[in-house]
């Protein structure tokens, strides 16, 4: 079974929030308030991505013994989840002496106002309530001034590489310093994401040698290694979509790394049929975007690989060493080939007055049937040694 290092290891108790304390004071203050009857407004956690601001509020419902009803804002089935947790909560609050919190992630992802209208009347619920987000500036002021802000910092490498040494230590696993460093450095103090990529270093290894950590260029927020990591994870639609819009990298050549990985993942046939089915209908608008130039379509393929593919997995994963996909393999390997072709088609075109593209689809195919008949005509072509040896075999 597919174990992910960042929930087998995500921090259990507020003690455990690496490189935040500060936030972890704050919090703990509020809660105790609650706790002594004085009703408290909302938590407003915000701060970059893998700075522990769910892992804080989940670890600060189990430190006061409260209920956590988890829900994530950018999913418009929350609502109606919210609409019901209010209905509930009085009658709940009757039949249970313990809390509720209710934690609200992403909550700077709410593009309509009947969302932020749920939000509001929750900040009046007689239940403690957390919201997250990366950026505070996208949630409305009137959100805001109902809130208690709370920041979580970009956590600082050495902070990184010490939680890095005690999940090593944990699995088992020798790894240098020296390649902690390199991923706690790649990290850029997104904790989760260091967490991944230490994870996949260590993949069927006992012992891992300097100079085989696990780094990509972060130009974005995600790497495509991480994208392929969480994307079956995702919680949401939105979730997963947004996993693509932070990737530096075309979503054409995205669709390439997931349709040779993500399968390699799923366990159960239906699950994997449902995935084919999502990658094979992606795969139908990459080729009319680029067959007909309508990037307006890009749209469509960007959900059908995130969100589709996310949304379609029921059943368990494997673990996998993500890979090179494979058509780029061929089409690396058969570059050269290309080209002979390319230059070939392109002299027949001259002769024949036709395009290169149509002398490569219709010309082609039968030239070294008619070479055979008639070797003559490789002169009048003006072929290379190499051309004729490549129409030859």
């Known amino acids: 079974m597919f174990d992910p290092w960042v929930e087998k290891y995500r921090p259990k108790t507020l003690k455990e929030i690496a490189g935040q304390p500060a936030a972890v004071s704050q919090m703990l203050e509020w809660a105790k308030k609650w706790d002594r009857g004085a009703r408290q407004p909302p938590l407003l956690l915000y701060g970059p991505h893998g700075s522990g601001k769910t892992s804080a509020a989940l670890a600060l419902a189990r430190d006061m013994g409260w209920d956590c009803v988890?829900?994530?804002?950018?999913?418009?089935?929350?609502?109606?989840?919210?609409?019901?947790?209010?209905?509930?909560?009085?009658?709940?609050?009757?039949?249970?002496?313990?809390?509720?919190?209710?934690?609200?992630?992403?909550?700077?992802?709410?593009?309509?106002?009947?969302?932020?209208?749920?939000?509001?009347?929750?900040?009046?619920?007689?239940?403690?309530?957390?919201?997250?987000?990366?950026?505070?500036r996208e949630i409305p002021e009137g959100i805001r001034k109902l809130c208690v802000e709370v920041g979580f910092e970009r956590i600082r490498i050495p902070t990184v590489v010490k939680v890095l040494a005690g999940i090593c230590a944990a699995e088992g696993v020798r790894v240098p310093q020296e390649v902690l460093g390199v991923i706690a450095e790649n990290s850029k103090g997104d904790l989760r994401a260091a967490i991944n990529d230490l994870q996949v270093t260590c993949a069927g290894r006992r012992t891992v040698s300097a100079g085989e950590a696990f780094t990509s260029p972060r130009v974005g927020e995600v790497n495509i290694f991480q994208l392929l990591g969480t994307l079956m994870r995702a919680r949401t639609a939105s979730e997963a979509r947004n996993l693509l819009f932070s990737l530096d990298m075309p979503p054409e050549d995205a669709l390439g790394w997931i349709s040779e990985n993500i399968p390699r993942m799923l366990r159960e046939p239906e699950d994997l049929e449902r995935v084919y089915r999502m990658l094979a209908e992606a795969d139908l608008f990459r080729a009319r975007i680029s067959r007909r130039q309508a990037y307006r379509l890009e749209k469509y393929l960007c959900d059908l690989m995130t969100a589709g593919v996310a949304m379609s997995r029921r059943g368990e994963l494997s673990f996998v060493r993500f890979q090179f996909p494979t058509s780029g393999m061929i089409f690396s390997r058969t570059r050269g080939s290309r080209a002979l072709r390319d230059s070939i088609a392109e002299k027949v075109a001259r002769h024949c007055h036709v395009f290169a593209s149509t002398a490569r689809k219709h010309f082609l195919p039968y030239l070294p049937f008619i070479l055979r008949r008639n070797p003559s005509l490789a002169d009048v072509l003006q072929l290379t040694e190499e051309e004729r040896e490549f129409l030859s075999a």
């Open 70 to 136: 988890e829900l994530n804002a950018s999913d418009e089935r929350t609502y109606e989840a919210i609409r019901r947790f209010l209905e509930g909560a009085s009658m709940g609050s009757l039949l249970t002496s313990g809390r509720k919190l209710l934690l609200l992630d992403e909550a700077d992802n709410v593009h309509e106002r009947g969302g932020y209208r749920a939000i509001a009347e929750l900040a009046k619920a007689a239940n403690p309530l957390i919201l997250t987000a990366t950026s505070k």
